[in-house]
Nanobody, 117 residues
């Protein structure tokens, strides 16, 4: 199983961007039953949970992104998305996707977002 995150880039403050994460080699039932999440991490900082999408399809967000970011999935394509609106310079970070299912714990490589002021 491999998670591949992509879609990062340079955006002006107030702009929008969508991150994507492809889960390869994961059977559909495992993807469907996984807790999917996005994290972010700045240089020298701890990795921070941004958003989760549970197998019950419930979503949760960090207070700092609530109302601006939306996590979603496409089960048929085994994709995890993070739609980011009203971006702020403090959203600048490396973003990671994650899928957990029982003892299985998969991380994608990071994709970097830079928000310019």
């Amino acid at each position: 199983v491999q998670l591949q995150a992509f879609g990062g880039g340079l955006v002006q403050a107030g702009g929008s961007l969508r991150l994507s994460c492809k889960a390869s080699g994961m059977i559909t039932s495992v993807f469907w039953g996984s807790t999917l999440a996005w994290y972010r991490q700045g240089s020298g900082e701890q990795r921070e949970l941004v958003a989760t999408f549970g197998p019950d399809r419930n979503t949760n967000y960090a207070d700092s992104v609530q109302g601006r970011f939306t996590i979603s999935t496409d089960n048929s394509r085994k994709m995890i998305y993070l739609q980011m609106n009203s971006l702020k310079p403090e959203d600048t970070d490396v973003y990671y996707c994650r899928a957990t299912h029982g003892s299985r714990d998969y991380w994608g490589q990071g994709t970097e977002l830079t928000v310019s002021s």
